[in-house]
């Protein structure tokens, strides 16, 4: 079986293991830029080699393994045979076995599915302390025995000060978490979880575990992670690389749809017509009443010649492309090459050839007339006439005639949306062109729509979402564009959405993002908060009039104070004073208008130089975490707009050991405390 010894001595074979891989692999740059057949292949694997080698140079010396397994006579395929499991797979000796396997290949998966009650032939799970890359113990489970306890390393791991970005949890994933990792490709999943349930964490190994199992095929299409802001990018943007993935795009949506700068900021009502669904209908009619209908033949000159495509034949061209429900700019460019198709036809019929450089010339000759039926445009120009208000009946001034003639249905005014509506959305004082238009974030979200209309985006094999319940309408249907032929993990909590148009339901969220079928899954234990502190926050969901399932505290350590005030400011120099006596980050989390006050309260007593304390306005807060967390005035937090409670909810539910609420007006009534009851 092994003792601490001999696994020590193992963990030596894994270095010389690792050590063989990273020699085999500058070997290999040095001989894979001559042995490829041609330059492409040579630059490409080239390239790959090095980034192996550079890997294998420049990866953190972490534990080379986390666990083993040792089949019994249960197992047919692995009776008799054991494995330590790691997070990257490390070479024998001599082409040997491998001395450590990856923790995605099928046989890891053992290690964290295996029970008691189903050993899935294992006879022995071990799992390994390690102090930095010591190893200095383990415990065993004999589960064919009937053994199985709780384990003492995977609860030290969970309950571990905080300290830094997120980790990955490539040792302790729970058979919960272990089912989503490794659903199917092609499936697409939603995750439900409260907060700290690892939604995060499980969207990120589902995203190795997928690039692992279909490396060629998720190369060539690419994995994509969205989350809501660059805070918690940062936060999480090491866990990837740590396992070995490094071509994963980590980015927000708005970075993703940026298009333009945002200089503009829309008014809440404009801001929740715009995201509203129904502006896709606006948008497309918009671009497409772009198209006119011919109302002269074609006359194109060739030397001494003329062609005519008569005005009859052009309206069928028109019309059969628009049947075809082509990207507009594929569109346009099939009409042309229908009109060239009809003139080659006639010069063909009066003998002449036509050339390629001939069909170039015609090609080039019809783009008059393809600009008057249908014009090349940019989304801007589509979005500068939309929200310059919506087309008004011919006669009815302003806006009437030409190209905007089709917004009128009967002489009525585009009835996607109501008058209040359009009034909402359209500019007080329009610009007088589109270059001196200044964009807000949702015209960049409408941008995109009007883009993917006229020519469709880049696609990905995967999408992984995180916070998806704060995603609008609009934006879903952005995302559902970059997924269209690829599959998506969509993770959130409805109790955490704080925009005006936050999800309600995820069967919609799942339809608008272009996955109606995909299935939701619930997780239900929580990894990040103690039990005391998801009490109290527990106790504002009803208030938050969402219907999610209830979920139980892994942790039952930390700690929960509550303290009155009469100076906030001071208060919460106090309670940082005392935090910084525990290990850990500390992060003082207050309504966005508190954070400068504090900021300068703290640094006036020098406690701004501590790299472990952070002050954070809430509406930044969601999906990080901090050791020790000090929540500044809930009652500000709550009150500073219009899904305060939920934002509460979000800032209350971030620490991993100790949670002090610091207020010096009453705590909002929805929130009960024992203590402040008593
Ligand atoms: N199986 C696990 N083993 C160890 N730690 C875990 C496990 N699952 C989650 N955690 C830890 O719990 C914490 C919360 O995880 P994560 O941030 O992924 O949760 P979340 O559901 O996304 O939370 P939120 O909704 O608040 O954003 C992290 O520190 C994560 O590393």
Request: hydrophobic residues 40%.
């Amino acid at each position: 079986m092994g003792t601490l010894d001999e696994e020590r001595q193992y963990v030596e074979r894994c270095k010389a293991g690792l050590r063989r891989m990273l020699e085999g692999a500058r070997d290999n740059v040095i001989i894979g830029e001559t042995v490829a057949g041609d330059r492409y292949s040579a630059e490409r694997l080239g390239r790959h080699l090095k980034s192996l080698a550079k890997e294998l140079s420049e990866e953190p010396e972490g534990p080379p393994f986390f666990g083993r397994l040792d089949f019994g006579t249960g197992s047919a395929e692995h009776r008799g045979r054991a494995y330590h499991i790691g997070r990257r797979h490390i070479t024998g000796e001599h082409g040997g076995p491998p001395v450590v396997i990856d923790w995605r290949a099928p046989v890891s998966r053992a290690f964290y599915r295996a029970s008691a009650r189903d050993p899935q032939g294992v006879a022995l799970r071990r799992r390994f302390g390690w102090s930095g890359t010591t190893l200095t113990s383990f415990e065993d489970e004999r589960l064919e025995r009937g053994e199985e306890g709780e384990s003492r390393i995977l609860a030290a791991e969970i309950e571990r000060p905080r300290v830094g970005p997120m980790r990955d949890i490539v040792a302790t994933i729970q058979p919960e978490q272990d089912d989503l990792v490794r659903a199917e490709l092609d499936t697409s999943i939603c995750v439900q979880g409260a907060p700290g349930t690892g939604k995060t964490a499980v969207g990120l190994h589902r995203a190795a575990y997928l690039l692992y199992a279909h490396r060629q095929r998720l190369e060539r299409s690419g994995v994509l992670v969205l989350g809501p802001n660059r805070a918690f990018l940062g936060y999480i943007s090491a866990v990837l690389p740590a396992l070995g993935e490094v071509d994963v795009e980590q980015t927000t949506l708005e970075r993703l749809l940026a298009s333009a700068p945002v200089t503009a900021v829309d008014s809440e009502a404009a801001a929740m017509v715009k995201h509203d669904v129904r502006m896709a209908e606006v948008l497309r009619r918009a671009l497409y009443r772009r198209i006119a209908k011919p109302v002269e033949p074609v006359a194109v000159a060739d030397g001494s010649y003329r062609w005519r495509v008569p005005e009859e034949e052009l309206r069928r061209i028109v019309d059969d492309t628009r049947r075809e429900s082509l990207p507009y700019g594929v569109g346009r460019e099939r009409v042309r090459a229908r009109m060239v198709a009809a003139i080659q036809r006639q010069a063909e019929a009066r003998g002449q050839t036509a050339g390629a450089a001939w069909t170039r010339k015609i090609s080039r000759a019809v783009t008059p007339f393809l600009d008057a039926v249908w014009p090349a445009v940019k989304p801007e120009e589509v979005l500068y006439e939309v929200l310059r208000g919506p087309a008004k009946a011919p006669g009815e001034g302003a806006a009437a005639g030409g190209s905007r003639d089709g917004a009128t249905v009967d002489g009525k005014r585009d009835g996607a949306l109501t008058e209040a509506e359009w009034e909402a959305i359209s500019w007080a004082k329009p610009p007088r062109s589109v270059k001196s238009a200044k964009w807000t974030a949702a015209d960049l979200v409408l941008l995109d729509e009007i883009a993917a209309l006229i020519e469709r985006p880049r696609g990905y094999g995967h999408v992984i979402v995180d916070e998806a319940q704060d995603l609008s309408p609009m934006e879903c249907r952005a995302v559902a564009r970059r997924s269209e032929h690829g599959s998506l993990t969509v993770l959130g909590d409805l109790a955490q959405g704080t925009t005006p148009w936050a999800a309600s339901s995820w069967p919609e969220r799942m339809a608008l993002l272009g996955k109606p079928d995909g299935q939701v899954i619930a997780l239900t234990t929580g990894f990040r908060v103690p039990a005391a502190v998801v009490e109290l926050a527990n106790t504002l969901l009803a208030a938050l009039g969402t219907q999610v399932p209830a979920t139980r505290s892994y942790r039952s350590d930390g700690r929960l104070r509550v303290t009155r005030v009469t100076g906030l400011e001071k208060g919460v120099v106090a309670a940082a004073r005392e935090a910084m006596a525990f290990e850990g980050s500390i992060g003082v989390i207050a309504a966005d208008a508190d954070v400068e006050a504090l900021t300068s309260a703290l640094r006036d007593e020098g406690m701004d130089a501590d790299e472990r304390l952070t002050v954070l306005p809430a509406s930044l807060a969601k999906g990080l975490e901090y050791d020790h967390v000090i929540l500044a005035e809930p009652a500000a937090i709550a009150e500073a707009e219009r899904r305060g409670l939920n934002r509460l909810y979000v800032a209350l539910t971030r620490a991993v050991s100790r949670l002090d609420v610091v207020h010096a007006r009453p705590l909002p009534p929805q929130l009960s405390h024992p203590a402040e009851a008593a």
